[in-house]
């Protein structure tokens, strides 16, 4: 039986399905089931260009993110996507860039890397061609792909999962950080990741040097509006207001790769909070106490980008 509820609108909307969450896990995975014919709303407590997703430096790659054993199938399938995106980058938001990643080599990666379709090791560590994402553009372009599938977004705070249940016989968890309070879980782990973003100096191509045991990582994505300097990765740091300090640092960082960069105007900063998992990523699924089955999507970390289509698409294989 299909559950009845009003939209943004005031108009009543049939749902096979609540998304709860729209970064871009939740509007992914909306956007799966709706094409697959379900009748699809989102609830989501802020607009997309809000979540933690938009303030994302979004370059595709795994990172930080277990279990190790399914995150490169799900990252192989979104880069395919991507892909495929890239050819209508000005409507999508998602570009194939080129770029080093600093210290990498295919034995300290996964067996997706041999995947990777022009990736070559060079004398500083591997170098390939990747997508990189505008998010506040890409999450638009998902809101109008979800509408024409005949999704709904809804502003709405979401109290339980019990309550999407009684306008829903499927609820599917996306919440992200949310996701500590709501289902409980106390595995999921703030990351603070703090971004520096630059007038391009001339910058065409990214970089990143990234050591998993440091909170500091060094990283410049060049985006349509600015070059993006990264960054931090400091767990269960709250904070949501730039640090001057740590803006000076990331700078510092950059220059002693581009020294360019030491003399480009700064436009602005950026926070954002990634909700990372001690247990990894959780899909599964399972029945509510008072009726109605919950999907979870959640915890992944600061590769939310990198994984969506390929997560999205498991999620989807469990909603009833």
Known sequence: MNAVGTGAAGVTAV????????GVIGLT???VLAESGRRVRVWSREPAAATTSAVAGA???PYRIEPEALVGDWALQTLRVYEELAAAS????????AGV???????????????LRDAAEVADGLRVTLPLLDMPVHLGWLERRLAAGGGVVERRTATSFEEAASEAPTV??????GARELVPDAGVRPVRGQLTVVENPGIDEWFTEA???SSATTYFFPQPGGLVLGGTAEVDDLRTEPDARTAEEIVARCARI???????RIIGHRVGLRPARDAGVRIEAGPMPGGGRLVHNYGHGGAGVTVAWGCAEAAARLVG
């Not at 080599?105 to 041999?114: E, Q, T, V, Y």
């Not at 581009?258 to 480009?264: F, H, M």
């Open 29 to 31: 995975t909306a956007v």
């Open 258 to 264: 581009r020294p360019e960069i030491a003399g480009a």
């Open 211 to 213: 050591d998993a045991a």
């Open 101 to 115: 990643h600093r210290g990498e080599r295919f034995a300290g990666l996964g067996p997706w890397a041999r995947q």
């Open 90 to 97: 000005e409507e999508t938001g998602v570009r194939l860039v």
């Open 59 to 61: 370059l595709w790659w």
């Open 172 to 177: 599917v968890n996306c919440t992200g950080l």
């Open 15 to 22: 749902a096979d399905v609540i998304v709860v969450g729209s």
